[in-house]
């Protein structure tokens, strides 16, 4: 099972980690990753795996949202499939 999550938001120090720390204590691995600056806009795409994971997927997603909030970020997580039919022309 794969997810997409997004980072958008104002650039600052430390988005990756705090990003992938979550992903990390959660045991969901990062196979793919985006990042840019825009002037002064940071914005990430990540496709994780999420078959390992040890909790739900609400409960990923409520700590990405909990630590965007914290941070003044916009981060949000869906699943691969979602997301496709979602952006599908």
């Known amino acids: 099972m ?8 104002k650039d ?3 988005i990756i980690y705090n990003v992938t720390k979550i992903l990390s ?5 990062v196979e793919d990753i985006s990042q840019t ?3 002064n806009y940071f914005t990430m795409m990540m496709m994780v795996n999420l078959s390992n994971m040890d ?3 609400k409960e990923l997603k409520d ?5 965007g909030e914290e941070i003044g970020l916009s981060i ?14």
Not at 2 to 9: A, E, H, N
């Open 55 to 57: 909790c739900d997927f």
């Open 76 to 89: 949000k997580v869906q699943l691969e499939d979602l997301f496709k039919s979602m952006h599908n022309i």
């Open 12 to 14: 600052k120090v430390g």
């Open 2 to 9: 794969k997810g997409v999550i997004t980072v958008i938001g």
């Open 37 to 39: 600056v825009m002037q």
């Open 25 to 29: 204590e959660k045991k969901v691995n």
């Open 63 to 67: 700590s990405l949202e909990a630590l």
